[in-house]
Nanobody, 115 residues
Framework: QVQLVESGGGLVQAGGSLRLSCAAS????????MGWYRQPPGKQRELVAA???????DTADSVKGRFTISRDNAKNTVYLQMNSLKSEDTAVYYC?????????WGQGTQVTVSS
C-alpha cells in the first residue's frame, strides 16, 4: 500500500508562483512514475506533468515553460514548481504514482489563481 500526501496549494494572484509537494510512503518500488494531474471546476481530470524514477519528464503543452516537475528519490517526493500562474490553472491538483499495475492518488490540493 502506498500513501501520497500533497502540500503547497493555496490562493495566488495571476502571474504568481506556487510549489506543490507530494510525499510518498509505504511499499514503494524503485521503479515508479510520479506525476501531477489537475481537475478544473466542471471538467475532467487531466495530466499536468509526470516524471519517471530515472528523471524522464512529460509535460502538458498548456503548462510547458511555466511548470516544472522534479523529484527527490531519496525522499520519495515529487514537486511541481508553478510559475506565471493563470486563472485557467485554477483546479484541484492530485499527486499520482504508477507502480506496476497499481495507480495511487493523493487527496488533492486546491490551487486558486485570482485574476
Amino acid at each position: 500500500q502506498v500513501q501520497l500526501v500533497e502540500s503547497g496549494g493555496g490562493l495566488v494572484q495571476a502571474g504568481g508562483s506556487l510549489r506543490l509537494s507530494c510525499a510518498a510512503s509505504g511499499t514503494i518500488g524503485r521503479n515508479n512514475n510520479m506525476g501531477w494531474y489537475r481537475q478544473p471546476p466542471g471538467k475532467q481530470r487531466e495530466l499536468v506533468a509526470a516524471i519517471t524514477s530515472g528523471g524522464i519528464r512529460d509535460t502538458a503543452d498548456s503548462v510547458k515553460g511555466r511548470f516544472t516537475i522534479s523529484r527527490d528519490n531519496a525522499k520519495n517526493t515529487v514537486y511541481l514548481q508553478m510559475n506565471s500562474l493563470k486563472s485557467e490553472d485554477t483546479a484541484v491538483y492530485y499527486c499520482n504514482m504508477k507502480l506496476g499495475f497499481y495507480n495511487y492518488w493523493g487527496q488533492g490540493t486546491q490551487v486558486t489563481v485570482s485574476s
